[in-house]
């Protein structure tokens, strides 16, 4: 699948250098492909952060105004964020204390009230939920914040979160 802003390719159809390394293919209106997004089965690469998440998220507004595609973004991350903290719940071996396990369980759409998170298990916090966007204050500690404002910073968020694997396009 070919679009102005991504192209999405099956791993038997990735071209590869001498080294085994992908080779991102030529753009159809010779533009760079800023960035490659690691898939089960393929590879994406698009113009710019918004083209990947594009790619990335059913429905996502490429046409709409700043806030509609902040919104889809804020929808995406509470959705990423509740399926990230619930494995790492369910991964994870060690004993928890009766207040941990009611916090990990508290959707992501609703602040969690506690200043200190110490738990192994990280919590996954999506940045509009807390302040500045609202009156609630941001736990400190392990945790993993989903950045949906804008669309670098939220794709960047999503990698160090390890909801997905994206690099600079090229040679990955």
Same mark, same amino acid.
């Given at each position: 699948?070919?679009? +102005?802003?991504?192209? !999405?390719?099956? %791993?038997?159809?990735?071209?590869? +250098? ?14 760079? $492909? ?5 898939? #089960?089965?393929? !590879? ?14 059913? %429905?996502? #507004?490429?046409?709409? =105004? ?6 889809? !973004? ?13 494995? !790492? ?7 928890? =204390? ?8 508290? /959707?992501? $759409?609703?602040?969690?009230?506690? /200043?200190? $998170? %110490?738990?192994?298990? /990280?919590?996954?916090?999506? %940045?509009?939920?807390? =302040? ?6 941001? /736990?400190?500690?392990?945790?993993? $914040?989903?950045? =949906?404002?804008?669309? +670098? ?20």
């Amino acid at each position: 699948m070919i679009t +102005d802003g991504f192209t !999405r390719i099956l %791993d038997p159809q990735v071209s590869r +250098d001498h080294g085994g390394h992908p080779i991102a293919p030529d753009h159809p209106a010779q533009l760079a $492909w800023a960035y490659e997004l690691i898939e #089960p089965r393929g !590879r994406v690469y698009g113009v710019d952060a918004d083209a990947i998440l594009a790619a990335l998220i059913e %429905d996502y #507004p490429t046409s709409e =105004s700043d806030t509609h595609l902040a919104a889809a !973004r804020a929808r995406h991350a509470l959705s990423t964020a509740t399926a990230l903290t619930a494995a !790492r719940h369910a991964a994870h071996l060690g004993a928890m =204390s009766t207040h941990q396990e009611h916090i990990l369980r508290i /959707p992501a $759409w609703m602040p969690v009230a506690v /200043p200190q $998170w %110490d738990c192994a298990v /990280p919590l996954v916090l999506v %940045d509009v939920v807390y =302040s500045p966007f609202t009156t609630a204050a941001a /736990p400190i500690g392990n945790v993993h $914040w989903l950045h =949906s404002r804008e669309a +670098d910073s939220y794709l960047l968020s999503l990698c160090e979160a390890g909801a997905v694997t994206v690099h600079r396009a090229g040679i990955s």
